[in-house]
């Protein structure tokens, strides 16, 4: 009796196997996995004085790729976006919002640009960038 038992474990574990396998073959790899792509911040060193209206991100991810309305900036949500010259995702970010979310004054803060791709998957990118307090000049 154990033997017949046994027996029927092993072919409903292979059985389970087989399954889990057919099922692996039909779900792409790209809905697990997360895309690295680089990103250049602009402005590069963030004033909290300034008077600037936008982050802007640029990114090396094609345009084509980007589901737009699930992408943030260090969990802000984006305001605009558009594609360059080159094909590539723009992303743009109410400046106020990013002062706004903990930075630390006089270091190098990194700002995360993350989203999902419409294929599936996800995206992201950081980049470094200094964080100032300083008053513009002729504006004592």
Not at 20 to 39: A, D, K, R
Not at 70 to 75: D, H, K, M, P, Q
């Amino acid at each position: 009796m154990e033997n017949k038992s046994n027996s029927i474990l092993k072919r409903g574990k292979i059985n389970f196997l087989r399954v889990l396998i057919m099922i692996g073959m039909f779900i792409p790899v790209s809905i697990f996995s997360q895309t690295v792509i680089e990103i250049q911040v602009s402005p590069n060193i963030l004033n909290l004085q300034s008077n600037g209206v936008v982050v802007t991100i640029h990114t090396n991810i094609p345009y084509a790729e980007v589901n737009a309305q699930t992408v943030t900036l260090n969990e802000v949500v984006i305001q605009s976006w558009k594609a360059d010259n080159c094909g590539f995702f723009v992303a743009k970010f109410n400046m106020d919002e990013i002062k706004n979310i903990g930075l630390n004054i006089g270091e190098y803060n990194t700002l995360t640009l993350d989203g999902d791709k419409v294929t599936g998957g996800t995206f992201a990118g950081s980049e470094d960038v200094l964080v100032i307090n300083n008053l513009p000049k002729g504006k004592n």
